[in-house]
């Protein structure tokens, strides 16, 4: 019943649309920024289903290629650097800003407003004829840094001519959405929870699906333009009562909670890190936020664009219904629910560790040392750590003894090699590896292979882990520290031995 939800909800907007092509609908350009991001990799696909041309940009337009939209512009462009913006706003109609720093870590607030100020005066010197903005719910008393950016992007996008349309939202559900996955992780994670005083905090959550037939719609009604308006679901309740349902809904008891006045939202931002799997930085800046009470008066909204509102348990069930019918677009990194094994309550965003090391070989020879590890070849580097973990797993009934490979050296996906199975291989730019022996979650290692501006190539081999539950994530901090020192070493033991084959095969062709 849930996934024939959404499939409805995308019926209806390419419908609603039909109606709206006399004002320019289907025959506009929409460009969006961010795409990459959590919102913009579900919009995109509902603007090309509603029927409308699309062009996406990023730094790194690999990424966006990685999504595999059919007919979708892809340009790179940079929103901090204005010299690359004139090209990616030409023929456009309407832009969807989705941008945010976050991830940035510190003075995320400052390069948020610069990007805004570019963004603006790029639209205005292409005539684009509508900005839409999705920026955050703004009580009275806003004082965290992620809030008051928010609402000053918006400000910042208004001083240009071309009319912006904003909607506000507070808590996302969907899966991805960070504040969602935040209350996921810990409820999964901690059946007992000391928390400061903001789970008694108050905000009206929007489901994914609701917020997305917003932002399709709300460009090509003409009142809009100039205005903000509160997205909201219909119901306003506490972090605690919210926490509550999702349990339930994902068959699990509800956590104890046990609030501690002295805990402020800062100092349990600190632990974070321990318990999800969200980047912390975001993570962390959400969390500050949680000091206040959040409402949302959507009456405006809802009259525009009418559409039937989720409530919580309905979004939350919404949100499992669309991962488990795989409707979730990403990379496994973020949460590819065949990665996690299927499980929803398995972290939707991985933890990781990884290593490094460059040489002056090319890509080529040093993909041949890459494609060649495991089976006789062992793993390079450190290979009695990687036999006791293998006995270890042995004696509780895993894989972890299994040795061989298809080909000593050729690899494709599905492919075995030993307890690893090959969901990725790119000759010469990219090797993915899924973990086969037992352990509380799901985990993945990725050998990267970047060429150098000067020539010569940097490796990279990072693992991502994605923990089940508490025991998942003890399981992470207690090998995580041997991580950074296995990976540093195998991609340095990969290098040099991909310069030591490539001299081999200069001193024969010498010869």
């Known amino acids: 019943m849930e996934v024939g939800l959404v499939e409805t909800h995308r019926d209806r907007t390419a419908t609603d649309h039909g109606a709206q092509e006399g004002a320019g609908g289907k025959h506009g350009l929409c460009l969006v920024l961010g795409a990459s991001g959590y919102i913009g990799s579900h919009l995109v696909p509902e603007l090309v289903a509603a029927g409308f041309r699309v062009r996406v940009s990023s730094r790194d337009p690999a990424v966006l290629e990685a999504r595999g939209w059919p007919g979708v512009e892809i340009v790179a462009a940079d929103v901090l650097a204005p010299e690359t913006l004139g090209p990616v706003f030409q023929d456009v109609e309407v832009a969807y800003y989705l941008v945010h720093s976050m991830a940035a870590g510190r003075n995320f607030g400052r390069l948020d407003l610069e990007a805004a100020r570019h963004v603006a005066a790029a639209a205005s010197a292409a005539g684009v004829r509508r900005i839409v903005y999705l920026g955050g719910l703004v009580p009275e008393d806003a004082a965290s840094e992620h809030i008051v950016s928010r609402r000053d992007t918006g400000d910042v996008l208004r001083q240009g001519p071309v009319p912006v349309t904003e909607l506000r939202a507070g808590i996302i559900v969907g899966p991805g959405s960070a504040a969602f996955e935040v209350m996921r992780d810990l409820v999964l994670h901690l059946p007992v929870m000391i928390t400061p005083r903001w789970v008694q905090a108050k905000s009206p959550p929007v489901a994914l699906e609701n917020l997305l037939t917003y932002l399709v719609r709300v460009p090509w009604i003409q009142e809009t333009a100039g205005h903000c308006y509160d997205t909201a679901g219909p119901e306003t309740l506490t972090y605690r ?271």
């Not at 959040?294 to 409530?311: I, N, T, W």
């Not at 629910?337 to 933890?351: C, G, L, M, P």
């Not at 972890?400 to 090959?422: N, T």
């Not at 990976?487 to 010869?511: P, V």
């Open 241 to 511: 009562e919210m926490m509550g349902i999702l349990a339930e809904a994902a068959g699990r008891r509800p956590p104890w909670i046990i609030p501690v006045p002295v805990l402020t939202p800062r100092l349990s931002s600190y632990w974070l890190r321990l318990v999800t799997s969200v980047p912390t930085n975001i993570a962390r800046a959400l969390i500050e936020g949680l000091r206040h009470d959040f409402y949302a008066d959507d009456a405006q909204l809802r009259r525009l664009v009418p559409q039937p509102l989720l409530g919580f348990r309905e979004a939350v069930e919404a949100a499992f219904a669309i991962e488990r019918s795989g409707g979730v677009v990403t990379r496994w990194t973020e949460g590819a629910f065949a990665v996690r094994e299927r499980q929803i309550d398995y972290s939707y965003y991985a933890k990781r560790a990884s290593g490094s090391a460059e040489t002056r070989v090319e890509p080529a020879e040093v993909w041949r040392v890459v494609s060649a590890i495991g089976g006789d070849t062992r793993y390079y580097y450190l290979n009695t750590l990687w036999s006791i973990r293998e006995w270890m797993d042995w004696l509780v009934g895993g894989p972890g003894l299994r040795r061989g490979r298809r080909h000593p050296q050729e690899v494709r996906v599905g492919d075995q090699i030993d307890y690893w199975r090959v969901i990725g291989a790119e000759p010469g730019r990219r090797l993915t590896l899924a973990f086969g022996m037992r352990a509380p979650g799901a985990g993945v290692l990725e050998f990267e292979l970047t060429p150098r501006p000067a020539g010569g190539t940097r490796l990279t081999a990072t693992a991502y882990w994605h923990p089940a539950g508490v025991w998942g994530l003890l399981y992470w901090l207690a090998f995580e520290p041997m991580h950074q020192v296995l990976f540093s070493g195998l991609t340095r033991e990969i290098c040099r031995r991909a310069e030591s084959g490539a001299t081999l095969k200069a001193g024969s062709a010498a010869r």
